[in-house]
């Protein structure tokens, strides 16, 4: 069974869409899972397909803790299952769920897969992650045009906007840290399994298409307090002090440049600073 893991946030007309590419199969087994991050959206309601399944939360959990949510129901469920974990802002091309099966029966060794994301234009927007903790640099690489026969390319870490997982691999339910409310909630998630011996790789093999921050572009003030918090939150846990020192303060200089030009942006970002001191402290 291969269960599609996707989170509303008052996105009703984009998870339609990505429903729609979504073959009505039974030659498939799969299920939709959508968790509901905004309960007073009330056109999901209006999505009638038989594998839907919506979970609703109380508020809004964020993206991390709203998968937890679906991922513990699946996995009461079914803890031998597929989980694709996927943005309410892309949709399958073509001919894309039937290739699930037979990757995870060839390459049964991979626990965490990510997959190629590409823009609405056909460029490449994901293609393999590379971390460098000396940096403290977080790289989004394209592994996979170097490597075009290869079925999968290991690497460091891969977007939860396209994510699959075997939880055949794990022995609990996997789970985001709830710390992270928006942004590097899936780098965090794959450098914790990955410490655990879990093989992550980026394929080839499946693709999205995506629409990049159709979400998060509502509010620029409160994705860069996020994505502010969320980098700081990750510098510290995967690097050294001096290298989280040196990144913290070219942010700060940074932010405060940008008040003349984009002050949404720099009140986002020292905002984030904010939330990431009172935490510290």
């Given at each position: 069974m291969i269960y599609l893991l996707t989170v509303n946030y008052y996105s009703t007309y984009l998870i339609a869409r990505l429903i729609k590419s979504i073959p009505a199969t039974q030659d498939i087994p799969h299920q939709i899972i959508v968790v509901n991050n905004s309960a007073d959206d009330k056109k999901l309601k209006n999505i009638h397909t038989k594998s839907l399944q919506i979970l609703n939360a109380e508020t809004n959990l964020g993206f991390g803790n709203a998968c937890n949510l679906g991922l513990n129901w699946i996995y009461d469920r079914n803890p031998n299952a597929i989980v694709w974990i996927i943005n309410p802002d892309t949709y399958l091309p073509e001919n894309t769920l039937e290739k699930v099966p037979s990757l995870f029966n060839v390459h049964p060794e991979l626990s965490i897969i990510g997959t190629l994301i590409c823009t609405l234009a056909g460029d490449i927007w994901f293609a393999g992650g590379h971390f460098i903790p000396q940096?403290?640099?977080?790289?989004?690489?394209?592994?996979?045009?170097?490597?075009?026969?290869?079925?999968?390319?290991?690497?460091?870490?891969?977007?939860?906007?396209?994510?699959?997982?075997?939880?055949?691999?794990?022995q609990t339910c996997p789970q985001f840290d709830p710390a992270?409310?928006?942004?590097?909630?899936?780098?965090?998630?794959?450098?914790?399994?990955?410490?655990?011996?879990?093989?992550?790789?980026?394929?080839?093999?499946?693709?999205?298409?995506?629409?990049?921050?159709?979400?998060?572009?509502?509010?620029?003030?409160?994705?860069?307090?996020h994505s502010t918090y969320s980098y700081l939150l990750t510098l510290e846990r995967y690097t050294s002090q001096a290298v989280l020192f040196l990144r913290f303060w070219r942010l700060f200089l940074h932010a405060l440049i940008l008040l003349m030009i984009k002050p949404q942006t720099a009140l986002g970002k020292l905002a984030g600073i904010s939330s990431y001191l009172r935490r510290a402290i």
């Open positions: 940096l403290g640099a977080i790289l989004s690489t394209d592994l996979l045009s170097s490597h075009p026969e290869a079925t999968y390319i290991p690497c460091d870490w891969v977007s939860g906007c396209s994510l699959l997982l075997n939880l055949h691999h794990f992270y409310f928006l942004y590097y909630e899936d780098f965090d998630f794959c450098r914790r399994y990955a410490m655990e011996g879990h093989q992550i790789a980026i394929t080839s093999q499946l693709a999205v298409i995506h629409q990049p921050s159709s979400i998060t572009n509502r509010n620029i003030t409160q994705k860069f307090k």
